[in-house]
């Protein structure tokens, strides 16, 4: 017997862009609502580029990725849902009107719709095949840039040839004092813009390259330089570096969908195939942002908040058929009269 208390009316696993607005229009729409996530801080994959500048938000000027989750995670806890943070759905199943979501700690969580804003999944960086590296993960070798600050004047070898590795070659070209950029193929597979931009700073390119070996500083902490080899001529070549960092990509972890006995449909294996208003093969269970595949899709933030948006009318309608098919608009939506009328008097007390 589940505890009412415990029933939620949605459940949205993912707290990234699509799982914040989802958590935020479930609130517009008077859903008991929760949110689940795998990580200790609501923002998902925004939070590996923190200094990155956005520009493609309809209607917001460009902010960094810092900044944007902090506007993501305010709008969602708007109407309160209740936020789970630090858990892992190993699970998801469904009785014949409950969905139940158990997670990697034990602890089930109990819903009667559920929306999927996962992204790609759980998100691991490919690492390094060179023994020993991981013991200069806590000083020198980088799998994700934090903070451009860290690497100014700095010598620095970037590994990767795709969209991440040249987007954050990009980004830290205007700081360093060197950069060098190795790729085990002979062309880079990313935008030819980014390659454009990347062209405007001195740098290096290595193709058909790959880090053979590490040299250590003498106390073993730090990277002191890097062995190369030309994989077509067997040459090898050093670089004193201060910084490494590799962008091979991340590895996504999705068997709590893949191996559902309610057997989602999936597309290529890393897609939930769904229809323009969010909906999955399973009835009462949805999908929003990267998750999400259906013909038009738009691969974008902006693209993850429409989702976002039908994956919670469909949620609604589903609960109660004849609940109007959308929210109505913040400008007449009762919900926002009392916030309105604050936001307004502080506005006027401070102009």
Known sequence: MINHE?????????????????????????????????????????HVYPEKMIWDVGAVTPVTGEQLIKQMVQQ???????????????????????????????KQHFSKTVILAVGGGILKPIKLDIEGADRFEVTNLHYVVQSLSKFKNKDVVICGGGNSAIDWAVSIAPVVKSLHIVHRRDKFDCHEAQLSL???????????????KFVSTTDNTKIRSVILENKLTGKESAIEIDDVIISYGFERELSF??????????VDEFYVKGS????????????????????GKVHLILGAFADAANAVNQAKMYLDP??????????HNSRFEEKNKELLQ???VNS
Do not use: W
């Open 322 to 331: 004849n609940s109007p098919a959308k929210a109505r608009v913040s400008s």
């Open 76 to 106: 969602a806890l708007t109407f309160d849902p209740e936020v789970v943070l630090n858990e892992k759905i190993i699970r998801i199943e469904k009785t014949a009107d409950t969905f139940i979501l158990t997670a990697e700690s034990g």
């Open 346 to 348: 502080h506005l006027f």
């Open 6 to 46: 415990e029933l939620f009316d949605v459940t949205i696993i993912g707290g990234g862009p699509a799982g914040c607005y989802s958590a935020f229009y479930s609130g517009m729409r008077e859903m008991k609502t929760k949110i689940i996530d795998f990580q200790p801080n609501l923002g998902g994959k925004v």
């Open 257 to 266: 969908i893949k191996e559902s006995p309610l057997q989602i449909e999936l």
């Open 198 to 212: 990347l062209n405007e700073y001195p740098h290096e390119k290595h193709v058909n390259t790959t880090i053979k």
């Open 276 to 295: 323009s208003k969010a909906q999955s093969s399973i009835e009462g269970l949805f999908a929003a942002g990267d998750i999400l595949s259906f013909d």
